[in-house]
DNA sequence: TCGCTTTATGTAACCGGTTACATAAAGCAT
DNA sequence: ATGCTTTATGTAACCGGTTACATAAAGCGA
């Protein structure tokens, strides 16, 4: 007795264990992990020789045990709005490739800008075991922060550039961006503007770029009347009827800024349903420099953000972290302002 | 000494384990883990005590721990060519919520149809621990099948129907949603027709359709020159360059039928830039589905799939079949034509 | 009341890795 | 050659749950 480990009281999976390895290399298991995992622990022909017989036998470390053992899952959570809209699923993309370069998996959880079901899929997240979470904005119940660290589960946070919050974040400026744009368009000359914004009720990003706008209306001396705003969800459908509304109450507008190109999809389409021409009846613009924006006609005038990029950079912050370097607090991604055709000075009358 | 379990020996994560729950208790860890998990197997007062036990300690139980012993990961694997197109994101979506429900994490994946890479993520996949893998057509690699059967991972095919194929699947029938379309643009008279299609050379549900196209055209005795077909991966730039060539090389065409929806956009895109006018100088149809099309000026013609529907009962099927049941071994997924305002009958001459 | 089945609970051996600690071998200055 | 440090390897105790098996209690028909 007491031999009685894997490499003889097992079935159910006819899969090899580190004992097995061991025994097939005439030495011990811990000689086993070490040439796995700290290579340099062990002698090179040593180590060669486990790695040959661990590929010959078609060894596969069994994750849980590993994870049981090290306290440490390789996986990363990862709880986003909605996929369905493209500036999230290329940063998942991303992202999820950047990690796995590093040995993590990704595991996606969604919650369609609800709150109560953001805090519900966190804590499954962490149930389920994860190394560390992302986060979109920094809106959000407390007890979803109190509970990462109560677990002392790291996480950042996305599409938000927070320096002096205090948690850690890769984002970009969503006021600023905003307010580049709104600038833009004032500078074409606009003065009868119309705003579609985002559903600023409980999403940080959508509010700020509202403020943006709103800076640089201010700045401008112009004013916005409430005919001349309204708000709404993320989606082509709702950009069209937010356009529709916004035309019945204030007709004089000659540039309509959105909430994203989402929006501004839907209100080009709206515009031409109407009969208008963009950009000489209306001019619209959008946020995020989606490439289906970009192939609209006419192009849509945008702030671009670089999603995949902030995707890559949120997994080598991650990867940092979780390796016990240092990584700085707040990345900035940077966003520029991509002219298009959907936008022109106002008809001079 | 013997009782240098948890509750002792412990102090990195603060967290408590089954012994701590079971000690406060006043029961045995056995007792413990069936009043959370066997209820049923636990008197209702023994039952109640343990759980409000464990809810004052805060417990939660380890997942490694839990899959090591158990077998079970209560993990997900899918792999998705890219959750760019909102075909995936919502199936994605859906899948990731109905899974929850269950108690299962999914645990994302993404090649962007690299069939090399398709096979580097399912490797790693396999190796992070999964109880199943979702993937999308059967085309792929058989060492990948074999990977699977080899570790007992169960899988399931998406987006595709194949009731005679060994593997399981859940999906619909991409030939004949094609077929169905095609007719419906011969029904409304056109002959002279330029076909968009999808990578097909790498994608079975892009072959698929296209060659539903051909078996429609066929039957009304409409041929098919190779300058009226053209292929590209899916992407609205390349909707827009797929009829710039159409049209180029054939001008004649009334219809163009488009592999999926991003495609059609594109085409729509390019037509509106080219002065012709949708549907009066060319019909355009799609596939998908996608909301996005369903709001376009004009709305787009298309084959819509219910890949949320599809998200869901994949989601039950796993389920099921990760309990041991018996499930259906393939699932059909209804799709249904749906006309909108760019397609019309062919000018009149 | 006896004996047999059913139900509830406890004991401890797993699951399959990692790693602290012990030990042996090798390197090296004196 | 001695003693000390460094390097390579082995032994076995973990990690924190689940569950087979044993046992005790309860139910029940004759």
Known sequence: MGKQLSGSGRRATGSVGVRDVAKAAGVSTATVSRALNQPHQVSEELRKHVA?????LNYIPDPAARALSSQKTFRIGALIPTIANSIYSRFV???????????YS?????YDFDESLEMEEAQALVESGIDALVLAGEQR???????LNRRKIPYLLISIYLPDSPHRCVGYDNRAGAEAMTRYILELGHREIGVLEGPSGINDRARL??????DALKDFGVTLPATRITGRSFSVHNGREGLAELLEAAPEITAVICGNDVLAIGALMEAQARGLT????LSICGYD??????DMVPQITTVHVPTAQMGLKTAESLVTLLSGEETPHSVLIETRLVPGGSTAPPRSR
Do not use: F, H
Not at 141 to 147: A, G, Q, R
Not at 209 to 214: A, F, L, P, Q, S
Not at 278 to 281: K, L, N, R
């Open 106 to 110: 990704l595991v996606l959880a969604n």
């Open 278 to 281: 963009v950009p000489e009846d």
């Open 93 to 103: 993309e991303a992202l999820q490739r950047r990690l796995r370069q590093s040995g």
């Open 141 to 147: 119940s407390p007890e979803l922060y109190d509970l």
């Open 289 to 294: 420099g989606l490439d289906i924006a970009q």
């Open 209 to 214: 770029r509202t403020k943006g706008i709103m």
């Open 52 to 56: 040959s017989v661990a590929a010959e």
